[in-house]
T-cell receptor
Framework: KAGVTQTPRYLIKTRGQQVTLSCSPI?????VSWYQQTPGQGLQFLFE???????NKGNFPGRFSGRQFSNSRSEMNVSTLELGDSALYLC??????????????FGPGTRLLVL | AQKITQTQPGMFVQEKEAVTLDCTYD???????LFWYKQPSSGEMIFLIY????DQQNATEGRYSLNFQKARKSANLVISASQLGDSAMYFC?????????WGAGTKLIIKP
C-alpha cells in the first residue's frame, strides 16, 4: 500500500500571500489530520476531517482552513501568510479516527518558509 | 485534560547500548492509547509502537519495546542494541478527541 503523500514538499512564500497544501491518505483511510510543527511551539493540532466533515479544530486563527474531498484527499489553506507560519506541516491518516487506539500514519510533510 | 510529558530534551548513547526514553501521561479516561513516533532530520513522522491501556503485556516491535507502568502513568520506550540510524527525535503521544496529544520530544544521538 502506498503511504500518505503530501505535496508540495517545500514551499517559499512571502508575507501576505496564501498557500494551499495537499494530502492524500493511505488507501481506505477516511480520517485525515493536520499538524503544525515549529521549533518554538512543537507539534500542534490544526484540524481533523472525516467524510468531508471537520470533526475537531485546534487553536489556530481563521486564516487556517481545510477541507476534505469525497475521495478522502484533503487540502489545507493558509491565507495572509505571516512570518510565524513558517513551519513543517504534517498530514496524517487513519481508518476512521474514532478509536483512541487507532494509529495515525504520517506523510513526509511540507516545509513552508514565509519571507 | 490529557497531557504528555517527556522530561529528557536530549540524550547521548553509545552505539550498541540500550536506551530508555521517558514518557509520562495524564488522562482521566479509562481507555486510551499511547504511541511512540520517530522523526529523523528529514521530517517524516514514523510510527514505532503502540500500547493500549487494557493491554496485559508490554508492547514489542523488533528492537523497540514499551515499559508500560499503568499505576505510575508511564510508558517508556526502550531501544535495544542502538544503531547510528536511531539518531532522531522521538515523540510520545496519546490519542484523544480526534487528535494526537504530543510530548515535547527527546533528541537521541547515537555515538559511534
Amino acid at each position: 500500500k502506498a503511504g500518505v503523500t503530501q505535496t508540495p514538499r517545500y514551499l517559499i512564500k512571502t508575507r501576505g500571500q496564501q498557500v494551499t497544501l495537499s494530502c492524500s491518505p493511505i488507501s481506505g483511510h477516511r480520517s485525515v489530520s493536520w499538524y503544525q510543527q515549529t521549533p518554538g511551539q512543537g507539534l500542534q493540532f490544526l484540524f481533523e476531517y472525516f467524510s468531508e466533515t471537520q470533526r475537531n479544530k485546534g487553536n489556530f486563527p481563521g486564516r487556517f482552513s481545510g477541507r476534505q474531498f469525497s475521495n478522502s484527499r484533503s487540502e489545507m489553506n493558509v491565507s495572509t501568510l505571516e512570518l510565524g507560519d513558517s513551519a513543517l506541516y504534517l498530514c496524517a491518516s487513519s481508518l476512521d479516527g474514532t478509536s483512541d487506539q487507532e494509529t495515525q500514519y504520517f506523510g513526509p510533510g511540507t516545509r513552508l518558509l514565509v519571507l | 485534560a490529557q497531557k504528555i510529558t517527556q522530561t529528557q530534551p536530549g540524550m547521548f548513547v553509545q552505539e550498541k547500548e540500550a536506551v530508555t526514553l521517558d514518557c509520562t501521561y495524564d488522562t482521566s479516561d479509562p481507555s486510551y492509547g499511547l504511541f511512540w513516533y520517530k522523526q529523523p532530520s528529514s521530517g517524516e513522522m514514523i510510527f514505532l509502537i503502540y500500547q493500549g491501556s487494557y493491554d496485559q503485556q508490554n508492547a514489542t516491535e523488533g528492537r523497540y519495546s514499551l515499559n508500560f507502568q499503568k499505576a505510575r502513568k508511564s510508558a517508556n520506550l526502550v531501544i535495544s542494541a542502538s544503531q547510528l540510524g536511531d539518531s532522531a527525535m522521538y515523540f510520545c503521544a496519546m490519542r484523544g478527541n480526534y487528535q494526537l496529544i504530543w510530548g515535547a520530544g527527546t533528541k537521541l544521538i547515537i555515538k559511534p
